[in-house]
């Protein structure tokens, strides 16, 4: 029967969580580390959902789309923005205690 060699692998979780995206580099403006990366992305996808609830809101302002199907869209599109934000939050907040918690225990 061969052993499996079940010694931890060491790899120091501060330099990783710190260390810049490969693919980014280059970029001056972009986030340093994955960190920063993952609170861009969200930043962005709460971007793209702002911009989707002014573009419903326009219609409905600028081109009399006031029907009931165009309040609930618009409704349904605020409730998306309401997600995306409170899940934003939660996921960050659970990120940044994990990575708390790593750093102390190293």
Same mark, same amino acid.
């Given at each position: /029967? $061969?052993?499996? @060699?079940? %010694?931890?692998?060491?790899? @120091?979780?501060? $330099?990783? #969580?710190? %260390? &810049?995206?490969?693919?980014?580099?280059?970029?001056?403006? #972009? &986030?340093?580390?994955? !960190?920063?990366? !993952?609170?861009?992305?969200?930043?962005?996808?709460? @971007?793209? +959902? #702002?911009?989707?609830?002014?573009?419903?809101?326009?219609?409905?302002?600028? =081109?009399?789309? @006031?029907? &009931?199907?165009?309040?609930? +869209?618009?409704?349904? =599109?605020?409730?998306?923005?309401? !997600?995306?934000? +409170?899940?934003?939050?939660?996921?960050?907040?659970?990120?940044?205690?994990?990575?708390? $918690? /790593?750093?102390?225990?190293?």
């Amino acid at each position: /029967m $061969t052993a499996i @060699d079940n %010694s931890p692998v060491n790899i @120091d979780l501060n $330099t990783l #969580a710190a %260390s &810049p995206l490969a693919s980014q580099r280059m970029n001056r403006n #972009a &986030p340093g580390n994955w !960190f920063e990366a !993952f609170a861009a992305a969200w930043g962005n996808a709460l @971007d793209r +959902q #702002a911009s989707a609830i002014e573009q419903r809101s326009d219609i409905m302002a600028n =081109e009399g789309g @006031d029907t &009931p199907s165009a309040i609930t +869209q618009l409704t349904a =599109e605020s409730m998306k923005m309401s !997600f995306l934000s +409170q899940s934003s939050h939660t996921s960050l907040d659970s990120v940044s205690k994990a990575l708390e $918690t /790593m750093a102390r225990k190293s």
